[in-house]
């Protein structure tokens, strides 16, 4: 699959609404093909992940960012599907806590990140704080920003700041993929209606996202600076169509295996001395009764 479409180049000023196709389906033309390749690439990833956890020399942080009802939790549940729990681990970052507060805005992001060998998700990330905050700025109050700090270069300076903090990332192995689920403002309020009307779905359905579709250009506005900003070379934005879920899957998948299969992983090399480690455990089962 060609990824470039959905790469945001870095320091491009790009439209959401003209630029990305939320029902784009590329080659893909039934869920029936799309299942198929699915399943191959959760298999690729399960044995991706195998080696990175052996190699224990990176580690993988895929950061999930959309609009409400974008499928975010969908598509994590299914491209995760084959990894083994011990090596990935999902962190979900709701509105920061008190303590939260009191520290600055990286702090609860960084206790999180994955450990070498392991992947680490993060369904929303520390973007939302150049994101919610910047469409309701009234919640920077509560984070206790010396007076210096506040005001509109506040965001260009986030945006150097995380980009820095993304560098350090990818200098320490920590590989960074970021994901954009585009889904249209139509599609969403379908998916919605969905929420409202079947009861076992009801669960899923928050008044506060109705209100939030009130802000949905702000918010547009607000990916599309920090698109423009924080796609870099090493930590590029990924902007994946999500009207059609099955493909928002695939896309992901391939992605998130591409990635893996550039980093050459190779399972670790036995020293002599584990070599003949290993010779000496053989002959001693071998010589049980």
Not at 102 to 131: Q, T
Not at 210 to 238: C, G, I, L, Q
């Amino acid at each position: 699959m060609n990824h470039d479409p959905f790469i945001v180049p870095p320091g491009s000023k790009i439209s959401l609404k003209k630029d990305y196709d939320t029902t784009f389906t590329g080659d893909f033309y039934d869920k029936g093909d799309a299942k198929i390749k699915l399943q191959q690439d959760i298999e690729r990833l399960s044995k991706y992940q195998n080696i990175l956890y052996a190699q224990n020399t990176y580690a993988l942080l895929i950061i999930f960012q959309a609009m409400d009802a974008a499928g975010k939790d969908s598509t994590i549940k299914y491209v995760m599907s084959g990894v083994n729990p011990q090596g990935c681990q999902v962190f979900s970052f709701k509105e920061p806590s008190s303590e939260e507060l009191d520290h600055d805005y990286l702090w609860r992001s960084v206790k999180a990140l994955p450990e070498r060998g392991r992947i680490g998700i993060f369904n929303r990330s520390y973007y939302e704080e150049v994101l919610v905050l910047r469409v309701h700025p009234e919640l920077l109050k509560k984070q206790q920003l010396p007076k210096s700090v506040m005001g509109n270069h506040i965001w260009k300076q986030r945006f150097e700041e995380i980009n820095h903090f993304e560098k350090y990332l990818t200098n320490n192995g920590i590989i960074v993929l970021k994901f954009f689920l585009n889904v249209s403002k139509k599609e969403q309020k379908k998916r919605f209606m969905k929420r409202i009307e079947l009861p076992d779905k009801n669960w899923k359905f928050s008044a506060s996202d109705v209100k939030e579709r009130a802000f949905w250009d702000d918010y547009m506005n607000a990916y599309e600076d920090a698109f423009r900003y924080t796609s870099t070379e090493w930590a590029p934005w990924h902007i994946i169509p999500a009207d059609h879920k099955w493909f928002t899957r695939i896309a992901v998948a391939d992605i998130i295996c591409s990635k893996l299969k550039e980093l050459k992983l190779n399972y670790p090399t036995p020293t002599e001395q584990h070599k003949q480690d290993i010779l000496k455990a053989k002959e001693i089962l071998e010589a049980e009764n």
